[in-house]
T-cell receptor, first 110, second 111 residues
Framework: KNEVEQSPQNLTAQEGEFITINCSYSVGISALHWLQQHPGGGIVSLFMLSSGKKKHGRLIATINIQEKHSSLHITASHPRDSAVYICAVIQGGGADGLTFGKGTHLIIQP | EPEVTQTPSHQVTQMGQEVILRCVPISNHLYFYWYRQILGQKVEFLVSFYNNEISEKSEIFDDQFSVERPDGSNFTLKIRSTKLEDSAMYFC?????????FGAGTRLSVL
């Protein structure tokens, strides 16, 4: 069973700061997802990674398969980035379900 | 943009009652999932469904739970006899390629 750990659990930063959220997992995976959950509860997929790095706007996600570690970075953070960021992994393919971390609660203050 | 739709958004029920949570996945997607999130805890996988049958299920998904795809569009989760500990947010998701698309969730409150 894969154990997914995220750090930090909570993060408060000022607008404009560079944010890093970390995720590590215990067992080899086929892919890792970064998800965003807003206070209303809805979940949105931000990235799916199986190697290297991806960038979308101010968001950057990296993964190191050998180290079993991924990071999500937010550049020029903004109060609207305030949300829970969740790392989730998938070990196989097809219909395999995701195994989730506990999430990082991010608050960006103006 | 196509989206996964879940109804109702909030369901309140008495302990011991049956509930059915409904989901309409994105129309050309092939894989369907149910997850749950107990308040303050992480999201947990319940079950996946492909080709009209359960593909994988977690230890949470016991005999009290069942899933169905009764027609070409709906995907339902039934809880036969609800317990207090079934109170949670239940998320449906669907995928075609690699990305799972999540519905907004149904908050189930068991009294």
């Amino acid at each position: 069973k894969n154990e997914v750990e995220q750090s930090p659990q909570n993060l408060t930063a000022q607008e404009g700061e560079f944010i890093t959220i970390n995720c590590s997992y215990s067992v080899g995976i086929s892919a890792l997802h970064w998800l965003q959950q807003h206070p209303g509860g809805g979940i949105v997929s931000l990235f799916m990674l199986s190697s290297g790095k991806k960038k979308h706007g101010r968001l950057i996600a990296t993964i190191n398969i050998q180290e079993k570690h991924s990071s999500l970075h937010i550049t020029a953070s903004h109060p609207r980035d305030s949300a829970v960021y969740i790392c989730a992994v998938i070990q196989g393919g097809g219909a395999d379900g995701l195994t989730f971390g506990k999430g990082t609660h991010l608050i960006i203050q103006p | 943009e196509p989206e996964v739709t879940q109804t109702p958004s909030h369901q309140v029920t008495q302990m011991g009652q049956e509930v059915i949570l409904r989901c309409v996945p994105i129309s050309n997607h092939l894989y369907f999932y149910w997850y749950r999130q107990i308040l303050g805890q992480k999201v947990e996988f319940l079950v996946s469904f492909y080709n009209n049958e359960i593909s994988e299920k977690s230890e949470i998904f016991d005999d009290q739970f069942s899933v169905e795809r009764p027609d070409g569009s709906n995907f339902t989760l039934k809880i036969r006899s609800t317990k207090l500990e079934d109170s949670a947010m239940y998320f449906c998701a669907s995928k075609l390629g690699n990305i799972q698309y999540f519905g907004a969730g149904t908050r189930l409150s068991v009294l």
